[in-house]
């Protein structure tokens, strides 16, 4: 047979001298790390996964809620922030490494060079409905080239992939022979599987005739997507094969794995659980569903924590905020050097921006999202986000909101992060501000109870083309440091200014015999 | 056993070449001996793009975008593009298109490296497919002096296409024996390895 290219193969038995184990659970996979991690204390760790980064996230917080896990750094790279990390990558390329885990999506899975840095690898591939074919698991496989042990987790698939249109083969069609019907089928049956993904056929608007616009993308996405669903349906087995065949010393099938776990201690084993399940314990905490053993154990955990009198079987969200999944003392410490003037860098300098921003309301701190944005504060945190979204990330676990993409993001990354120094903060959307559309009848009324104040900085203020509003007023003068204005801010003002989306500050209550 | 490669990528004549080896042999480090050379790299991702810029840095000067001060990315126009300052761009494929239709300059290269070309199949038929790339990528390939494929595996469809490709450049079929053939480290014959092969029929009918 003649071709029309070369091919240069260079064969390497790159598996050789490690092994694989099979796990198809979460648990079993985090047994295997905290034995292995018992008799290497140093142990370092590549977590690959094709989860998205809310799911990294929650991996990141079982792991740190192992106690062998509870003092390393885990870094994440995902699609989100792999340009940020771009200086980090090109050092694992050189061998150096800047965490203890690296957990990472499948923005990592293919070529990137990771080579020595990890003594032991987990690939958790969730299941084969996910479109990694048995080639791809062994990209994934052999990152760290050197990485002497590698956990598999995949669950078994006993009844092959699931009927779904994306697991369904698509016939290929004689391509020499293809009639405007033809496409026409065709494109209707890979837009059924990709939804509306694909631009491969145009109708032209003269004709109204189906034409491709590549045929021969559409021809690599027919094959590619057959030979995927093929390979998927015997994936496991597929991917055994391949890793023998580079040299592999030894595969441990599932059950053979379990029996490298002692089973008592995989059953003590606390995995804390996902979003959603967390969710359904917060309601339950918050009384809106029934009370469960699991909701009661942490009903009782958070008492203690917090020094909580607890009299019925539920709690505030302010209380469940405060406990912020055990992280309270960190927080409160963190409160403590900040106003002692120790917190020396720029999140703590930002916080200190915000509560000075915030004007008091009673017992609480208010800051509308109009007067946030008007504010200095806000403009370095607009021009810097990446950096403080990198900062809050690294030295606090904060993630959300990753992007100032909506109106009220900036407001809720600032209430999140003043959470991290142990205040309670709530933001408040328009919805619930100015349901009955009160704002517009607060307006004139409230601008009376300062008419005087107000014409005196407007005459300085002139804006070209536009009014001077009694709004524009406000936001300076609770923005500006040297003014104390919301203390006598008459009652129509004050109700006015709160008919704004804003973000509630308020102090949590100290607990008792907290520093005893 | 040396797993490492050496190639020399400068003595590869006109025509399609797939480099077929497991991660970590150095197929994408060979990719130093192009230095200076006119290269056009194509990848499925920024990740990898940037790494291997990193790592080689007189092969791949640019790529189709830039890291800002905040480390925000900035994607770079085509009149950028364009340009052509630097010998070797990394460009990924769903950005080929700006390389299409630039009035001011046209750039060519003389070599064309598809790196990981399996991610690129899986990339260009299902993360939003794109004509206008598309036909910039045969472009780029049938017109392309050297075509250099770098990957760990290459399953039959793969082959299939780059062999259709062959025909669309006006490449001479070769016999199969005449263009296949097993790089050994440092010319060596490793007996384990072929056995192993045998045993296990990798890649069988290859």
Same mark, same amino acid.
């Given at each position: 047979m003649k071709r029309r290219y070369k091919l240069h193969r260079h064969q390497y038995p790159i598996l050789a001298g490690k092994e694989i184990l099979h796990s198809n659970s979460l648990k079993l996979s985090f047994e295997l790390l905290r034995q292995r991690l018992s008799e290497q204390e140093e142990l370092k760790v590549f977590f690959l996964t094709d989860r998205q980064r809310e799911s990294l996230e929650t991996l990141r917080r079982q792991l740190l809620e192992i106690p062998q896990f509870s003092d390393k750094h885990i870094k994440i790279i995902c699609s989100d922030n792999v340009e940020a990390e771009r200086e980090a990558i090109a050092g694992y390329a050189q061998g150096a490494l800047d965490c203890d885990v690296l957990l990472a999506s499948p923005s990592l899975n293919i070529g990137i060079r990771l080579n020595g840095l990890f003594d032991i690898t987990v690939i958790e591939s969730v299941s084969p409905e996910r479109p990694h074919t048995s080639l791809e698991i062994m990209q994934m496989m052999t990152r760290d080239a050197d990485c002497?042990?590698?956990?598999?987790?995949? +669950?078994?698939?006993?009844?092959? #992939?699931? *009927?779904?249109?994306?697991?369904?083969?698509?016939? /290929?069609?004689?391509?020499?022979?293809?009639?405007?019907? *033809?496409?026409?089928? #065709?494109? +209707?049956?890979?837009?059924?599987?990709?939804?509306? +993904?694909?631009?491969?056929?145009?109708?032209?608007?003269?004709?109204?005739?189906?034409?491709?616009?590549?045929?021969?993308?559409?021809?690599?996405?027919?094959?590619?997507?057959?030979?995927?669903?093929? *390979?998927?349906?015997?994936?496991?087995?597929?991917? +055994?094969?391949?890793?023998?065949?580079?040299? #592999?010393?030894?595969?441990?099938?599932?059950? /053979?794995?379990?029996?490298?776990v002692c089973p008592q201690k995989l059953k003590e084993l606390k995995i804390a659980p996902p979003n959603y399940i967390r969710e359904e314990l917060h309601k339950r905490l918050l009384g809106e569903l029934e009370a469960s053993p699991d909701s009661l154990a942490r009903l009782n955990e958070i008492a203690q924590d917090l020094r909580l009198d607890i009299k019925s079987q539920r709690l505030t969200e302010k209380q469940i905020a405060q406990w912020d999944n055990k992280n309270y003392l960190d927080n409160e410490e963190r409160k403590r050097q900040l106003h002692s003037g120790a917190s020396g860098n720029e999140l703590g300098e930002l916080v200190l921006k915000l509560l000075q921003l915030g004007k008091d309301f009673g017992k609480m701190k208010i800051l509308t999202d109009k007067q946030f944005k008007e504010s200095s504060a806000f403009m370095e945190l607009e021009e810097n986000f990446a950096r403080f979204q990198r900062l809050a990330q690294d030295q606090l676990g904060l993630y959300n909101p990753k992007k100032l993409e909506t109106e009220l993001d900036a407001l809720r990354w600032a209430g999140e992060l003043l959470k991290k120094y142990s205040y309670y903060t709530e933001v408040k959307t328009e919805k619930e501000t100015n349901p009955n559309r009160e704002r517009a009848n607060l307006y004139q009324q409230a601008k009376k109870e300062h008419l005087r104040e107000f014409n005196k900085w407007a005459k300085g203020n002139k804006k070209q083309g536009s009014q001077v509003r009694y709004d524009d007023w406000l936001w300076f003068v609770l923005n500006d440091k040297n003014e104390t204005a919301e203390t006598r801010f008459k009652p129509k003002t004050k109700r006015y200014i709160q008919t704004f989306p804003h973000l509630k500050i308020e102090e949590y209550p100290e607990r008792y015999s907290a520093h005893g | 056993m040396d797993r490492h490669l050496d190639i020399d990528f400068k003595e590869l004549g006109r025509g399609q070449h797939i480099f077929q080896a497991p991660q970590s042999c150095n197929k994408t480090g060979s990719l130093k001996s192009l230095e200076g050379e006119r290269v056009l790299l194509i990848c499925a991702r920024n990740s990898l793009l940037a790494q291997i810029k990193s790592r080689l840095p007189k092969t791949i000067q640019t790529l189709h975008y830039e890291t800002t001060i905040d480390k925000q990315k900035r994607y770079k126009s085509k009149q950028e593009l364009g340009k052509g300052e630097t010998q070797g761009l990394g460009i990924n494929y769903s950005s080929l298109y700006k390389l299409s239709n630039t009035r001011d300059s046209h750039r060519d290269f003389d070599y064309l490296v598809i790196d990981e070309p399996i991610l690129l199949w899986s990339h260009s038929t299902q993360y %939003?497919?794109?004509?206008?790339?598309?036909?910039?990528?045969?472009?780029?390939?049938?017109?392309?002096?050297?075509?250099?494929?770098?990957?760990?595996?290459?399953?039959?469809?793969?082959?299939?296409?780059?062999?259709? @490709?062959? %025909? @669309?450049?006006?490449?001479?079929?070769?016999?199969?024996?005449?263009?296949?053939?097993?790089?050994?480290?440092?010319?060596?014959?490793?007996?384990?390895?072929?056995?192993?092969?045998?045993?296990?029929?990798?890649?069988?009918?290859?």
């Open positions: 002497p042990r590698l956990i598999w987790q995949e +669950k078994l698939q006993n009844n092959g #992939l699931t *009927d779904s249109p994306k697991n369904w083969l698509i016939p /290929e069609p004689d391509w020499e022979e293809m009639t405007e019907k *033809d496409w026409d089928a #065709l494109s +209707k049956n890979i837009e059924k599987i990709y939804g509306s +993904k694909t631009d491969f056929f145009e109708r032209d608007p003269i004709s109204n005739s189906y034409q491709p616009r590549r045929a021969s993308l559409i021809k690599r996405t027919i094959k590619h997507h057959n030979w995927s669903i093929r *390979d998927r349906e015997n994936r496991l087995e597929n991917t +055994k094969a391949l890793a023998l065949s580079l040299g #592999l010393e030894r595969w441990f099938d599932l059950q /053979e794995t379990k029996e490298l | %939003k497919p794109d004509w206008r790339n598309e036909s910039e990528y045969l472009a780029r390939i049938i017109h392309t002096p050297v075509v250099i494929y770098l990957g760990a595996d290459f399953p039959e469809h793969l082959l299939e296409e780059i062999d259709e @490709l062959g %025909k @669309l450049r006006g490449d001479d079929p070769v016999e199969d024996e005449d263009d296949f053939y097993i790089i050994e480290e440092n010319d060596s014959y490793d007996p384990d390895l072929e056995t192993l092969n045998e045993q296990l029929g990798w890649r069988e009918g290859w």
